[in-house]
């Protein structure tokens, strides 16, 4: 059975679906994983023996130039994100396909290239804060800016979707006109399905009944990662109390050039040694004191365990390794669904939620404080005990019984 698994987004859109793709391979099936060519997300998958299928440009060429991507990049980004599906998916697919899973950044052609399939397709999503709600706000999108004294929620949804039939609706509609297929009038709605899959940790995501969906909850998507960590940090570790680490990620952070240096003095204000990630901002130090050591890519579920906390900026896979290993959390939250991981740390009680982006020393040592403390620490690992580890498995007999059902 051959199943294709699309995405375009980070990291955190990508490892989970090779974690995905690596329980469908277990089951017997044959997955193919298309997504964004970066050289990281190439080499990730690699790692697990699968190839990439590469879909649209590299992320990175869209994230990391000299300042943040504008509503007119978004909106060239957008016509080429659904030719590329169009094209990329249905190449992909020649050699016969049972199903077709699309989560990412608004997968637009997906769906539209398993209806002229004949196939089923499935929409997942790793937080549920972009499917439309009586509970909270959308969030923001390029397009026309809904007005600021508007409230009610049903106004604000619709708006969204406007703006999202702005973004993608004329060139989806072009593709399924060629593709002999009828005009979509909600590109939202199409996309996301009336049963989107959520893979969220249930213990740090229970929100089943926070949208209008009929949501099916699989559980986080994790990937198994068995790297030894670098011998230098292994050194490191051993050589004095836990460290706090601090890594952001694929956030370009164009709004603090000087995070690195910062957010090292308010961990050295704790007394605390670092362990600082370069990431796609690439952090430095300012300085050489042996008390801080620098790393690029490195193995969370091995070095989570080892710290005495995590500053992140509040990404799904971030944050679900921060729990998972019993980790106190400081996030930092810079865009999308990262506020509302934010939230959710501070509520369930596991670390703290620094509500400005651009934090200063003496702000990100007071939350630093508050994660530092022996309570947060009991919390963390008491939430630590109910996070699983199966969802990834879940999905794949979910998705396989799916693609024997459409057959």
């Not at 490892?15 to 970066?38: I, S, T």
């Not at 879909?55 to 909106?75: C, N």
């Not at 077709?100 to 290239?113: E, H, I």
């Not at 399924?176 to 009038?185: E, I, N, Y």
Request: hydrophobic share 45%; charged share 20%.
């Amino acid at each position: 059975m051959r199943v294709l698994l699309s995405t375009w987004g980070s990291r955190g859109d990508v490892e989970p679906l090779a974690a995905l793709a690596v329980r469908l391979r277990e089951l017997g099936a044959e997955p193919q994983v298309c997504a964004p060519p970066d050289e990281e997300f190439a080499r990730l998958l690699a790692g697990v023996g699968l190839p990439l299928v590469p879909l649209g440009p590299p992320v990175r060429s869209v994230v990391t130039g000299e300042k943040p991507p504008t509503a007119q990049d978004a909106f060239r980004l957008a016509p080429e994100l659904v030719a590329a599906r169009f094209a990329t998916l249905t190449a992909a697919a020649a050699g016969g396909c049972d199903a077709l899973l699309a989560t990412g950044l608004m997968p637009a052609g997906a769906r539209d290239v398993a209806e002229r399939l004949g196939v089923p397709y499935v929409f997942a999503c790793f937080h549920p804060f972009g499917l439309p709600s009586p509970h909270f706000r959308p969030g923001q999108r390029p397009g026309t800016p809904s007005p600021q004294e508007e409230t009610d929620l049903k106004v604000l949804w619709r708006q969204d979707a406007e703006r999202v039939n702005a973004l993608y609706g004329p060139a989806l509609n072009h593709h399924r006109a060629q593709a002999g297929l009828p005009p979509v009038d909600d590109v939202r709605d199409h996309v996301l399905t009336d049963r989107p899959w959520l893979a969220a940790d249930p213990a740090l995501g229970p929100w089943q009944d926070a949208t209008d969906f009929d949501l099916v909850q699989t559980g986080a998507w994790i990937l198994p990662d068995e790297r030894p960590l670098p011998e230098g940090l292994e050194a490191f570790l051993a050589a004095g109390e836990p460290p706090v680490y601090v890594g952001f990620g694929s956030m370009a952070l164009h709004r603090s050039k000087d995070l690195g240096r910062l957010t090292v003095e308010a961990v050295r204000a704790q007394g605390r040694r670092i362990v600082l990630a370069r990431g796609w901002a690439g952090l430095t130090a300012a300085d050489d004191r042996d008390d801080c050591f620098l790393v690029g890519d490195v193995n969370h579920q091995a070095l989570f365990p080892r710290v005495a906390a995590v500053v992140h900026h509040g990404g799904a896979g971030t944050t679900t390794a921060a729990a998972r290993a019993g980790a106190p959390q400081v996030v930092v939250p810079q865009i999308a669904d990262q506020p509302h991981w934010a939230r959710r740390v501070a509520e369930l009680g596991v670390g703290a939620a620094h509500t400005d982006p651009v934090p200063t020393p003496d702000s990100l040592s007071e939350a630093l404080a508050t994660a530092l403390t022996p309570e947060t620490r009991r919390r963390a690992r008491a939430v630590a005990a109910e996070v699983r580890t199966d969802g990834a498995l879940v999905a794949a007999r979910m998705l396989l019984d799916v693609a024997a059902r459409g057959r």
